[in-house]
């Protein structure tokens, strides 16, 4: 079962720590983003997926979760973020967190019971070897261990940095010679799956709409075929269907079939794996340039293939315009490249997510050293630039005080006040797509998709009973030609121009009802 609420939804991916500071600390924070509800909505948007805001030591942005059952102080309280459910909710809006399911900080209790060499409640709340003289390479999707410095006498498996080692949910196919690992059904797996619920149930019964679940593909250990991991998830979409029917689960998979056939209710196509993602935007020749060296038939030979498989299934693909692990559009495509990218965006199957400030065209900021364990996607988190005023309307903290400094050559020009009030705007073609999107059926999640050309230009078909759409997008500087009758009503254009006949203008796309 679907919640009715998810199947015309345009999310808003808002990065705490950098979307509105309330207090002058130079860290955005819940109350902030309480103030902006109505910016958000106003754009369109009406649900929220807001990155890790649990308590955490931030050694890796809140993905290294100390208390799951506490909101990070930085960012306010537990109340606050009660407060931003019911504020949300009045102006029918919903707000999904962020949840971290595979690993902990190594600051959490658990952690630190588990690291006792005395048997307690924790002991297996994580993934151990029985002897610190055992850390075998290769071992289902571990990344590492920790060894050493610990009364236990065994290495402690981590999932990504050294400071998130990983929770206990068993083995899908169990090694000879390894008998620290455990069946998913053993008291230990089966008592993390229980918390994890709880943990749910939790922020579910404060008002939290569901959650998006960081790693999901990565839970059960030596899962080759992902059968293990599917057959977790679908407990717990279960347990969801039962307790809480209206709320969402949603996959960073990067694998749709399985990722749906697990019950969630959409799987992301990710900027990492088969998926081609990158070479629509991101690559040194995107796709969507005006230069027009891109291709596009790679994306689409796996995102056709994966549609297929998903037929019939309760879920949907969903492609975003960026999220907190990738560059900026902004980084390699011009506001209007990133006008007809977003025509695309927004006319596409599946539930779109907006990353903040990508409907500015929010620049990446360049040759900044890394912050909670940004690394190289450090710029892409950059605060938000709201206004004209000191450190672009995100906080009244001194500059230097900023958690991660701003684009200050261009935060005056590119901004929500000045983008707002230029009618020529990106900001504006993203608010009229999204309003197109919201009142025909057949450019929403759920409708058909037939690609008719893939070259340049771009040509498909979306269906449903009510109507059929046509999509035309030539994103080269150059004009072309398309063999589809493109006659029928003309329900958007980009920059208004005219489409005669079959001749596409330079740097154009047009959205078509036919009949």
Same mark, same amino acid.
């Given at each position: 079962?679907?919640?009715?609420? /998810?199947? %015309? ?11 509105? +500071? ?28 807001? %990155? ?34 019911? $504020? ?8 999904? /967190?962020? *949840? ?9 209790? &658990? ?16 993934? &151990?070897?029985? @002897? ?39 083995? !899908? ?49 030596? #899962?080759?075929?992902?059968?293990? @991991?599917?057959?977790?998830?679908? #407990? ?8 809480? =029917? ?73 492609? =975003? ?8 559009? $902004? ?9 007809? !990218? ?25 040759? *900044? ?16 630039? &709201? ?19 701003? +684009? ?17 705007? *990106? ?27 893939? @070259? ?33 009503? *003309? ?11 079959? @001749? ?12």
């Amino acid at each position: 079962m679907t919640a009715e609420w /998810l199947k %015309n939804a345009v999310f808003y991916e808002i990065y705490p720590q950098s979307f509105c +500071d309330s207090n002058a600390d130079g860290i955005g924070d819940i109350p902030g983003i309480i103030s902006k509800l109505d910016y958000i909505r106003e754009l369109g948007c009406d649900s929220i997926w807001m %990155n890790p805001c649990f308590d955490s030591p931030f050694v890796d942005a809140g993905y290294d979760v100390r208390d799951y059952y506490k909101a990070a102080e930085r960012y306010g309280t537990n109340e606050d973020l009660k407060r931003l459910f019911a $504020a949300a909710h009045e102006k029918g809006m919903h707000v999904i /967190l962020d *949840l971290v399911a595979g690993h902990t900080s190594s600051e959490c209790e &658990w952690f630190r019971k588990s690291c006792l060499p005395e048997k307690n409640e924790y002991t297996d709340r994580y993934i &151990w070897t029985d @002897t610190v003289w055992v850390a075998p390479q290769n071992i289902g999707n571990i990344r590492g261990w920790l060894r050493g410095g610990y009364d236990r006498d065994g290495s402690a498996a981590v999932n990504f940095f050294t400071a998130q080692p990983a929770l206990n949910y068993g083995f !899908a196919v169990k090694d000879e010679g390894c008998p620290w690992e455990q069946d998913m059904h053993d008291p230990g797996p089966m008592s993390t799956r229980a918390e994890l619920k709880k943990i749910m149930k939790f922020w579910l019964d404060m008002g939290c709409d569901g959650f998006r679940v960081d790693m999901a593909g990565s839970l059960v250990k030596n #899962d080759p075929d992902g059968k293990g @991991t599917i057959a977790l998830w679908q #407990d717990f979409r279960r347990w969801l269907d039962e307790e809480y =029917p209206e709320a969402v689960l949603v996959s960073e998979w990067g694998e749709a079939d399985k990722a749906l056939t697990a019950g969630f209710h959409m799987d992301f196509v990710l900027h990492f794996g088969p998926s081609h993602y990158p070479e629509l935007f991101r690559t040194a020749h995107p796709y969507f340039s005006a230069k027009a060296e891109g291709d596009i038939r790679p994306f689409f030979d796996v995102y056709l293939n994966n549609l297929k498989k998903t037929e019939g299934m309760d879920g949907v693909i969903s492609i =975003p315009s960026g999220n907190h692990d990738m560059d900026r559009m $902004a980084r390699t495509l011009t506001p209007s490249e990133m006008k007809i !990218a977003f025509a695309f965006l927004m006319s596409m199957p599946g539930v779109p997510f907006v990353y903040y400030g990508d409907e500015l065209g929010m620049r990446e900021v360049e040759g *900044l050293s890394s912050v909670e364990g940004g690394y190289y996607r450090t710029g892409a988190r950059s605060p938000m630039q &709201w206004d004209c005023t000191s450190n672009a309307g995100f906080s009244a903290a001194s500059p230097d005080c900023l958690y991660i400094p701003q +684009d200050r050559e261009m935060m005056h020009v590119i901004n929500a006040e000045a983008e707002m009030a230029d009618p020529a705007s *990106l900001y504006h073609t993203v608010k009229e797509l999204i309003a197109l999107r919201k009142v025909h059926p057949a450019l929403q999640s759920t409708a058909g998709f037939r690609l008719i050309e893939d @070259t340049y230009p771009l040509v498909y078909e979306r269906s449903c009973e009510e109507e059929t759409i046509l999509v035309v997008i030539n994103v080269s500087d150059e004009e072309k030609q398309t063999a589809q009758d493109t006659s029928g009503s *003309l329900l958007w254009s980009f920059d208004h121009k005219a489409l005669t006949g079959n @001749t596409l203008p330079p740097q154009s796309a047009f959205i078509i009802r036919k009949g």
